[in-house]
C-alpha cells in the first residue's frame, strides 16, 4: 500500500534555531516529492519538488534532501522564524496515470520567541 | 492573479441538505482537483478534472459529483450532505495531470461542518 510517514507529529523550536523534519514513503513507481508549507486556516504552498535523480534542493531558509534508495526525505529550515510556524505536509507523487499525490499527514511546527 | 479561489470559505449545513463548493482559476490551467483534509490525516483526493470536459473519480468520490463548468471552473456538490462531510474542502489546479512534475496550485479552503 502507497504511504507516506512524516515525523515527528509536531514539533517546538525556539526562534533562529534550525530543525529538520522527516518524510518515510513507501510509494511504488516513484515520480517526484513535495514538500507543502501550510499556514493555520489557509490552502497549502508548493517548497520545493524533487525528482528521483535529485539529492539536494533548497528554497530559501528551506532545503530538502531526497534518497530515492532509503525512501527518505527531509526538510531542514534554517535559522527558524516565527513566519515558519505552520504544518509541513511531505507528497509523493507515484508514476502513473491520472493523479496519484499521496500526503503525508503533516509535522506541526511551532516557533516560539 | 488571484490564483486558485473558493465560495464560500465557510458554511453550515444541516444532515440531507445540498450545496455546491464553487472554484475558479485564473492561470490557464488544463487540470483541478477536489480534496477534503480532515483532522489528523492526509489531504484525500475526492474528484479530479483532467482537462476541459473530462472528470474522474479519485480516492473518496462517495456523496459528491462535480462539473468542470468551463477551463476555468469546477464545482463541488454535496446532494445530501451527512456529518461525516464535515470537513475542509480545497480546490487546486496545475497544468496537467499524470507522470510529469506538474506543480498544484491550492485554493483557500471552505470550511464545512454539517450539523
Known amino acids: 500500500k502507497n504511504q507516506v510517514e512524516q515525523s515527528p507529529q509536531s514539533l517546538i523550536i525556539l526562534e533562529g534555531k534550525n530543525c529538520t523534519l522527516q518524510?518515510?514513503?513507501?510509494?511504488?513507481?516513484?515520480?517526484?516529492l513535495r514538500w507543502y508549507k501550510q499556514d493555520t486556516g489557509r490552502g497549502p504552498v508548493s517548497l520545493t519538488i524533487m525528482t528521483f535523480s535529485e539529492n539536494t534542493k533548497s528554497n530559501g531558509r528551506y532545503t530538502a534532501t531526497l534518497d530515492a534508495d532509503t525512501k527518505q526525505s527531509s526538510l531542514h529550515i534554517t535559522a527558524s522564524q516565527l513566519s515558519d510556524s505552520a504544518s509541513y505536509i511531505c507528497v509523493v507523487s507515484a508514476s502513473q496515470a491520472g493523479t496519484a499525490l499521496i500526503f503525508g499527514k503533516g509535522t506541526t511546527l511551532s516557533v516560539s520567541s | 492573479n488571484a490564483g486558485v479561489t473558493q465560495t464560500p470559505k465557510f458554511q453550515v449545513l444541516k444532515t440531507g441538505q445540498s450545496m455546491t463548493l464553487q472554484c475558479a482559476q485564473d492561470?490557464?490551467?488544463?487540470?483541478m482537483y477536489w480534496y477534503r483534509q480532515d483532522p489528523g490525516m492526509g489531504l484525500r483526493l475526492i474528484y479530479y478534472s483532467a482537462s476541459e470536459g473530462t472528470t474522474d473519480k479519485g480516492e473518496v468520490p462517495n456523496g459528491y459529483n462535480v462539473s468542470r463548468l468551463n477551463k476555468r471552473e469546477f464545482s463541488l456538490r454535496l446532494e445530501s450532505a451527512a456529518p461525516s462531510q464535515t470537513s475542509v474542502y480545497f480546490c487546486a489546479s496545475s497544468e496537467g495531470v499524470g507522470t510529469g512534475v506538474y506543480e498544484q496550485y491550492f485554493g483557500p479552503g471552505t470550511r464545512l461542518t454539517v450539523t
Open positions: 518524510c518515510n514513503y513507501t510509494v511504488s513507481p516513484f515520480s517526484n
Open positions: 492561470m490557464n490551467h488544463n487540470s
